[in-house]
């Protein structure tokens, strides 16, 4: 207990420092809301960054300094913002308050003396469990420890659980509204498809969004049980199917997600990097498909064609290799949003080497699509060569060319840049916690 009071000693020198350097600006200190002896849980770890994230968007260039401090009481990230005090504490109330996860961060705001949430007519903090205040309920224990960590391992998993699935959802959504699409179904044409339109992928998103939960349930648990994942992938086939009556949308995006929803969220708990990510999803992934190629003699999907025809794996292959043409490609964020996506879509079809095409039609149109979006890529992407993917577009189209493996993997590649601000050293000012 001393070495934590010594702890709040030193980072109250640190803050009366940065006041004494930083005159007339605001010192902000963040750090997770944890009781106990153990104040740095790893699985708290992601809110700090979640929370490092938000208010480095809140305040942008009015940062002029930051950093992190390893501390018995719980490790803090420091910022000195040039704005007012009052204002900056109103801001962070909001931040605090915004969703539930602000109930278990702390955002302690300076100038020259500390702003309580009563200097700015804001009521205080609520306890976890009760309605009472919480300085109250923590100066009487009205709680017990436990009773405080099975509210907040359950207000984690909850979010964590809520959120991811917003995301999956989203970014599906965001991969079948691209247009331009080479090929690909959109929501203003079908493609190069006469089976299937936008409606139908509506419908396959909805069928399958109960399983995508439940691979985000399984990353909320100690262990990852890769047979298991593999089972519920298989009801969500069913599921799709019967949707589309007998058409395959989802098939290979299913397969995708069940590698990389139980991974990342674990990720996120664990405090880990994409590195371990791309691990884990290879280990998996060695799991589920074992042998299946060394055992195969008569092929039993269009993608066991391609194999038997060409050598490629196709999307197994790729979950053999922790899809690291996902988590290593580029993030163009210097790119306009409404266009980074079909950016991305460009860049996987430059890289991967897609059984759908080759299916349909190919090596040597594979290797043609691959030149065509290198070449894109090469002189500036899609903001520059708008006309130019239109017609390579269209052209596709009526040559019967469909990217489908690049639209499953532009899914993730979509998820994981809305997520690595989670994980490990993935924030925007490259502090982790």
């Known amino acids: 207990m001393n070495e934590i009071l010594d702890a709040r000693e030193q980072r109250s020198n640190h803050v009366k420092e940065l006041i004494s350097k930083y005159k007339y600006k605001t010192v902000v200190i963040m750090k997770a809301n944890v009781p106990g002896i153990n104040k740095n849980l790893m699985k708290m770890r992601f809110i700090c960054n979640l929370y490092n994230t938000i208010i480095y968007d809140t305040f942008k260039e009015k940062i002029i300094d930051v950093g992190r401090i390893e501390s018995l009481d719980g490790n803090y990230i420091y910022y000195v913002i040039d704005e007012e005090g009052t204002l900056v504490k109103e801001k962070t109330i909001i931040l605090e308050e915004e969703n539930a996860l602000g109930r278990l961060i702390d955002i302690d705001v300076y100038n020259e003396k500390p702003i309580s949430r009563e200097d700015v007519s804001c009521e205080m903090r609520l306890c976890l469990i009760c309605n009472n205040y919480a300085h109250i309920c923590g100066r009487n224990k009205t709680h017990s420890e436990d009773e405080i960590f099975g509210v907040i391992d359950d207000t984690i998993n909850n979010y964590l659980l809520d959120f991811i699935l917003m995301k999956t959802i989203k970014s599906i959504f965001a991969e079948v509204d691209l247009y331009p699409k080479f090929g690909l179904v959109s929501r203003k044409d079908s493609g190069s498809h ?23 349930l399984e990353g909320l648990k100690d262990e990852l049980n890769p047979l298991l994942l593999q089972e519920i992938g298989q009801r969500a086939e069913k599921a799709m199917f019967r949707a589309t009556d007998g058409v395959n949308t989802h098939k290979g995006l299913i397969f995708v997600l069940g590698l990389f929803l139980p991974v990342v969220t674990k990720s996120i708990l664990l405090n880990k990097d994409k590195e371990y990510i791309k691990d884990e999803i290879k280990r998996i992934s060695n799991v589920i498909i074992g042998d299946y190629y060394e055992n195969m003699d008569i092929p039993a999907s269009h993608g066991d064609e391609v194999y038997l025809k060409y050598g490629f794996k196709g999307v197994r292959g790729e979950a053999l290799n922790g899809f690291s043409i996902v988590f290593d490609s580029p993030s163009f964020y210097n790119v306009d949003s409404v266009y980074r996506d079909i950016d991305y879509l460009i860049s996987l079809m430059s890289e991967l080497d897609d059984t759908t095409i080759l299916y349909r039609k190919g090596r040597e149109t594979l290797d043609k699509v691959k030149l065509d979006m290198k070449e894109i890529l090469t002189n500036g992407g899609y903001t520059n060569n708008k006309n130019q993917v239109n017609e390579i577009s269209n052209q596709y189209k009526k040559e019967n060319i469909s990217p489908g493996g690049s639209a499953d993997l532009l899914v993730l ?18 502090i982790c916690l």
């Open 194 to 216: 006469t089976d299937m339109d936008y409606q139908t992928f509506v419908k396959s998103t909805l069928a399958i969004k109960p399983y995508l939960r439940e691979y985000i």
């Open 413 to 430: 590649k979509i998820m994981f840049e809305e997520l690595r601000y989670l994980l490990c050293g993935d924030n925007k000012n490259g």
